[in-house]
């Protein structure tokens, strides 16, 4: 079998397997006119009858080489050959970049088979950009699922499903189809710029290793299904394990605190990804599980993204954070009541007039170095077990000198004589 049968049959049984297959036999071909996707445009066409495939092309102009408008009219020029309807769609990126132009090269490819009611985008990436993305996330750090690089087939959208039936095809042997089929092809100068790393890993990384294994670019695309399998199945793991762990009572789901923290680290990771609903670099999971593993009174500690994971004893709570309100502070120069963040605390005509000898009353809240009788005010409020987040929204009672600010009252946690008597407030810990 030639080459040209080989690589047709190869696209083939990619539409064959289940996963892959147009549900309805409509297919978007994404072509550049490059040599990867007028090869996947060449097959696709010569396999659309005994496959019932109704195809459309559609060619995406970002606007940046003068040279890129005559590459899309070659591209519509080889779909009237192939009797296919086509179309170029214009985009504009602001700042140029390979993640930007790729954005708006797939919301632009993804708003034209919503309007041809088109359910299967089929692009044309190859095993060995497959290996190239693999080489590219590992000098980047990512883990398993980041390592399984691209899928063969993925939600491009609400409704429109994105496939790569190239993913078992070299670049080499791309360039050998190109030479048999005798098909004239663009060649984007920006894949030559070193200027960018994943340029760098085409044209000096993977030749240098490719000394190493001659089918090096076919070992790391299996690699990639290996990894992406891997990272199924330990994501469906942990969802069964954070359906165990957790809890769900009148403040809303909890987690197991002990419990999570002596899962295996890469169900944990997950499960703690799951749990904040946001995602978490691997320090920021880290921090978490030893938050779990310290099992005294109440904890908490800030997550991007404005969310904070709260450990009160055995359970774990992911939730926004609570802003700090600032300094705040309002005089108490008579009895009577006082509203203070959100709380009510009424002082009764003897409560303030024990209270008041010696300097002016004030409600605030809690301030870093105050002190309660002989010790710190917020080492009261650890073993009292109110959490951190509650603290300064805690009114307390002071009494000014010119010297300081004495604690004369902290609601439910300190103070003496008639202020236990009298004094009190609604809507804070009691």
């Not at 299904?225 to 199924?232: F, S, V």
């Not at 670099?281 to 009174?297: K, M, P, S, W, Y």
Request: aromatic share 2%; net charge positive; proline share 6%.
């Amino acid at each position: 079998m030639d080459l040209v049968r080989q690589l047709h049959e190869r696209v083939r049984a990619a539409l064959l397997r289940p996963e892959l297959r147009p549900l309805d036999g409509r297919v978007l071909v994404a072509c550049s006119g490059g040599p990867d996707s007028r090869t996947l445009l060449e097959a696709l066409a010569a396999l659309k009858d005994e496959l019932q495939l109704s195809l459309a092309v559609a060619c995406v102009d970002h606007g940046l080489r003068p040279e890129a408008r005559l590459e899309a009219r070659a591209v519509e020029a080889v779909a009237t050959d192939l009797g296919l309807p086509s179309v170029t769609l214009e985009v504009q990126v602001a700042r140029p970049s390979m993640a930007l132009c790729r954005r708006a090269r797939y919301d632009a490819l993804l708003a034209e088979a919503k309007r041809r009611a088109i359910s299967t985008l089929a692009v044309a990436h190859t095993a060995t950009d497959q290996a190239e993305t693999l080489i590219d996330r590992l000098v980047r750090g990512a883990g398993v699922r980041g390592l399984s690089a691209m899928a063969r087939v993925r939600p491009a959208g609400p409704g429109v499903r994105l496939i790569r039936p190239l993913l078992d095809v070299t670049a080499g042997e791309i360039e050998e189809y190109v030479r048999l089929r005798g098909l004239e092809v663009a060649r984007d100068p920006t894949n030559l710029d070193r200027h960018y790393r994943r340029s760098r890993v085409r044209h000096e990384v993977l030749p240098l290793l490719r000394r190493e294994r001659g089918d090096l670019d076919r070992a790391l695309a299996a690699l990639c299904e290996r990894l992406r399998a891997d990272a199924d199945a330990l994501e469906a793991i942990a969802e069964r394990a954070l359906l165990d762990l957790t809890i769900v009572d009148e403040r809303g789901p909890s987690l197991r605190a002990a419990e999570l923290a002596a899962l295996p680290d890469a169900i944990a990771a997950r499960v703690v990804a799951r749990a904040s609903g946001i995602a978490l670099e691997a320090v920021h999971i880290e921090a978490v599980r030893r938050l779990c593993l310290d099992r005294n009174g109440t904890r908490s500690i800030d997550l991007p993204g404005g969310l904070v994971a709260e450990r009160r004893y055995d359970r774990l709570r992911f939730g926004p954070r609570a802003p700090d309100p600032g300094d705040v502070e309002v005089q108490v120069p008579a009895p009577g009541a006082y509203r203070l963040l959100g709380a009510d605390v009424e002082l009764t005509r003897e409560t303030f007039g024990a209270l008041s000898p010696g300097g002016a009353l004030l409600l605030r809240n809690l301030r870093r170095g105050d002190h309660a009788g002989s010790g710190r005010a917020s080492r009261l409020l650890i073993d009292r077990k109110v959490p951190r987040p509650l603290r300064r929204w805690l009114p307390i009672l002071v009494r000014r000198t010119k010297l300081r600010d004495e604690v004369l009252w902290i609601p439910g946690v300190f103070g003496s004589g008639p202020v236990l008597r009298a004094l009190t407030v609604e809507g804070a810990v009691q």
